[in-house]
C-alpha cells in the first residue's frame, strides 16, 4: 500500500510523541517515510484512527481519497503481529468497510454509478457524527477539570436527616451489590450443619408478603442475613426480585450506601384481602 | 425592598442542595420570579467580581456557592484530599454519546462511537452519571440510558441546554473542516 503515499503530502504537525519501541521488522516497514507511528492503543476506535489520518492527510472529510487513507490505515493494522480480536475486531470491521468501499470505485460495473450516490457518503457521516463526540468530550473533559478545583458545601456536610427524604428507587444492580457482600460477609461466618429443608419459591414469596404486610416494611440486607441456610438466602433472593419484577413491591434506598428498604407497593396493600 | 438580595444569600448559604426557584418562591412568595432571577444575576456578578474566594453559580437547577478555582490547593489540603479521580476517555466519549442521544441503548452508542461501550456503560452507571430508564420497544428489549441529575453537577451544567448546542457545533466543525 506504502506505493500510493505521495511524499509531497507528509507534513510537519504536532503530532503525539514519536513511538521509540517500535518494533522492529515487518512493522517498521509498513510506515517507513513516517517519523513515528502512534500506538493502536492511543485511538478510541477505528472512527478516531480514520480521523487521525484524515486530519494528517488535511483531507476534507466528505471527499477521502479511500486508496490514500485505506493504505495508511492498513498500515497500521500491520503493526501488529497478531489481532486480539476482543480489543481489535472493530478495528477488522473497518479495514473490512475501508477496502469494500476502495473495491466500489475500482470494480468495472455493468452500470456506472448514480453521479450523486457516493460510496463514501455513509462513512462520511458517521465520521462527521463522531467528531461530534470528540468534541462534546473535549468539552466535558474541560468542564471535568473546571469542577475539580471547585469546591461546594455539600462535599462537607451530609444532607441533615428529613422528615420527608427523598428515596430512590433501587436497581437490579444495587440489590445484586449488597447481596453478594452479605454473601461475602457470610462466607466468612463459620460453616452450620445443612438441614436438607426444602423450601419452595412460592411458599417463600408467600412469607415475604406476609412479613410485609406484618411490618410494613423490610430491611433487605437483614431479611436475608435472617435466613437460616445459604439455600434460603438465596431462594429469598429470588422471591425479592420476583415481587419486585412484578411490581408488587418495590425497593428504595434513602441515601446511597444506606440500608436498601422493601416495600409492598400501595395498590397491593390496598387489594390485600 | 432591598433586603432580597441578602435574604437570598442567606438562602443560598444555608441550603447544601442547590437551591431551586421554587423552593425560593415558597420561602419568598410575595417575591415575583423576574425579580428574584434578577437579584440572584446581580449577586452571582458581585460574589464574580468582588475580592471573594467564593462564588454564586446556577448548578443541576438550582443556585449554589463554591470556591474559585485558585483556592483548590488550600481547600484540598483541609479535606486531605490527594487529586480527583477523573472520567476515561471512553467513558466520557460515551456520556457525550448518552447525553445527546437519550434515552439511547448500549447498540446506539456502539454504533456512534465504532466500539464496544459496555464497560463504559458499567463505570457511568456505578458513578450514577447515567441511569437505566426502562427498555426501549425493539427486540430483545434492549435498556435504555439516560443522564442523572449527578452528571449535571459533576460537569457544572444547569441543565442539558448548556452542553453544545447543533449551530455552535457545525460551526467548530466547519472550522475544522476548513
Given amino acids: 500500500m506504502t506505493e500510493v503515499r505521495d511524499p509531497s503530502q507528509e507534513e510537519d504537525q504536532p503530532v503525539p510523541p514519536p513511538e521509540p519501541a517500535e518494533p522492529a521488522g515487518a512493522a517498521a516497514a509498513a510506515e517507513p517515510a513516517e517519523g513515528y507511528q502512534v500506538k ?3 485511538f478510541e476506535g477505528p472512527l478516531d484512527l480514520l480521523l487521525f489520518l484524515i486530519k494528517k492527510k488535511k483531507v476534507d472529510i466528505h471527499d477521502i481519497p479511500v486508496a490514500v487513507i485505506t493504505g495508511e490505515y492498513l498500515g497500521y493494522l500491520r503493526t501488529r503481529d497478531r489481532i486480539n480480536l476482543d480489543r481489535e475486531a472493530e478495528f477488522l470491521l473497518m479495514a473490512a468497510l475501508l477496502i469494500y468501499i476502495k473495491s466500489q470505485f475500482l470494480l468495472p460495473r455493468e452500470q456506472p454509478l448514480e453521479p450523486d450516490v457516493d460510496p463514501r457518503r455513509e462513512l462520511a457521516e458517521r465520521l462527521e457524527d463522531y467528531r461530534r463526540v470528540k468534541i462534546v468530550s473535549a468539552r466535558l473533559r474541560d ?4 469542577q475539580s478545583q471547585v469546591w461546594r458545601r455539600a462535599a462537607l456536610t451530609a444532607p441533615l436527616p428529613e422528615e420527608d427524604l427523598d428515596l430512590v428507587e433501587v436497581s437490579l444492580f444495587d440489590l445484586a451489590e449488597s447481596f453478594f457482600a452479605m454473601m461475602k460477609r457470610k462466607q466468612a461466618e463459620p460453616p452450620k450443619v445443612l438441614k436438607g429443608k426444602e423450601i419452595s419459591l412460592a411458599e417463600k414469596m408467600d412469607e415475604i408478603v406476609a412479613a410485609l404486610k406484618a411490618r410494613g416494611v423490610l430491611d433487605f440486607l437483614d431479611y436475608l442475613d435472617a435466613q437460616e441456610t445459604l439455600e434460603e438466602a438465596l431462594v429469598a433472593f429470588f422471591c425479592l426480585l420476583e415481587l419486585i419484577k412484578a ?6 434506598q434513602e441515601q446511597l450506601f444506606h440500608a436498601i428498604k422493601v416495600w409492598l407497593r400501595k395498590e397491593t396493600k390496598d387489594e390485600a384481602p | 425592598m432591598s433586603d432580597l438580595k441578602p435574604a437570598l444569600e442567606a438562602l443560598i448559604f444555608i441550603s447544601v ?4 426557584m421554587d423552593k425560593i418562591r415558597e420561602v419568598l412568595p410575595e ?12 449577586l452571582a456578578s458581585e460574589f464574580e467580581s468582588g475580592p471573594r474566594a467564593i462564588r454564586l453559580t446556577q448548578t443541576g437547577g438550582g443556585w449554589v456557592f463554591s470556591t474559585k478555582p485558585d483556592y483548590d490547593a488550600p481547600v484540598r489540603k483541609l479535606l486531605q484530599i490527594e487529586r480527583r479521580k477523573k472520567l476515561s476517555p471512553a467513558a466520557l466519549e ?6 445527546y442521544h437519550q434515552p439511547a441503548t448500549a447498540p446506539e452508542v456502539m454504533s456512534i462511537r465504532g466500539v464496544d461501550s459496555t464497560t463504559a456503560l458499567h463505570t457511568l452507571l456505578e458513578n450514577k452519571l ?9 427486540p430483545g428489549r434492549p435498556l435504555l440510558y439516560r443522564t442523572t441529575e449527578k452528571f449535571l453537577a459533576y460537569f457544572g ?5 448548556d452542553l453544545p448546542q447543533e449551530e455552535e457545533l457545525r460551526k467548530i466543525l466547519e472550522a475544522g473542516n476548513a
Fill in chain 1, 40 to 42: 493502536l492503543e492511543f
Fill in chain 2, 157 to 161: 451544567l444547569n441543565s442539558l441546554d
Fill in chain 2, 94 to 99: 460515551t456520556l457525550s454519546v448518552v447525553a
Fill in chain 2, 130 to 138: 447515567v441511569k437505566i430508564s426502562g427498555r426501549r420497544d425493539a
Fill in chain 2, 31 to 42: 417575591r415575583s420570579e423576574e425579580e428574584i432571577s434578577a437579584a440572584l444575576e446581580e
Fill in chain 1, 143 to 146: 468542564l471535568e477539570e473546571e
Fill in chain 2, 17 to 20: 442542595e442547590p437551591l431551586t
Fill in chain 1, 247 to 252: 411490581r408488587l413491591v418495590i425497593a428504595v
